[in-house]
């Protein structure tokens, strides 16, 4: 059985976007295991051996669907997330702003740094509003 990660920023863990972003992919790929990394386990090992445990999980997946901020900009992490499964040979899908899956063929480049991803995640109160 193939696997999905899901790459997505945490400010949409546990919200509307993110449930409304899982039933898309399950429609878009049925029968695929989705690995998503909102979960304490994920968050409990992410403390032990910080991202290098996500990149782990990512070269177990043949495909990673990303979602990036309303601007289509995309955190720092999110970003590392799919440079790992596109150095991997995984196929890279983006949420587009109608949340059709878009196949990429090369890595996204308007991303974010540490800071200002930390400083957008703090940010995106509208996030649920632009994208639902």
């Known amino acids: 059985m193939e696997t999905i990660y899901f790459a997505h920023p945490v400010n949409t ?3 509307a976007v ?3 972003c899982l039933e898309l ?3 878009k790929f049925p029968g695929q295991k989705i690995f998503n990394p909102n979960g304490l386990k ?3 090992e992410y403390g032990r051996k910080g991202m290098d445990y996500f990149f782990e999980e990512v070269k177990q997946c043949e495909n990673v669907v990303f ?3 309303s601007d289509g900009s995309i955190g720092a992490g999110v970003y590392k997330e ?3 499964g596109f150095n991997n040979k995984s196929d ?3 949420f587009q702003e109608d949340f059709n899956l ?3 063929e090369t890595l996204p480049t308007k991303l974010l740094t540490i800071e200002q991803t930390r400083k957008r995640i703090k940010e995106e109160e509208n996030y649920l509003n632009f994208y639902l």
Do not use: A, D, N, S
Request: proline fraction near 4%; include cysteine; hydrophobic fraction near 40%.
């Open 13 to 15: 863990y546990g919200t």
């Open 18 to 20: 993110e449930t409304f």
């Open 25 to 27: 992919i399950r429609k």
């Open 42 to 44: 994920h968050q409990m």
């Open 67 to 69: 979602l990036p901020f």
């Open 82 to 84: 799919v440079e790992c």
């Open 92 to 94: 890279i899908y983006i």
């Open 102 to 104: 878009l196949k990429i």
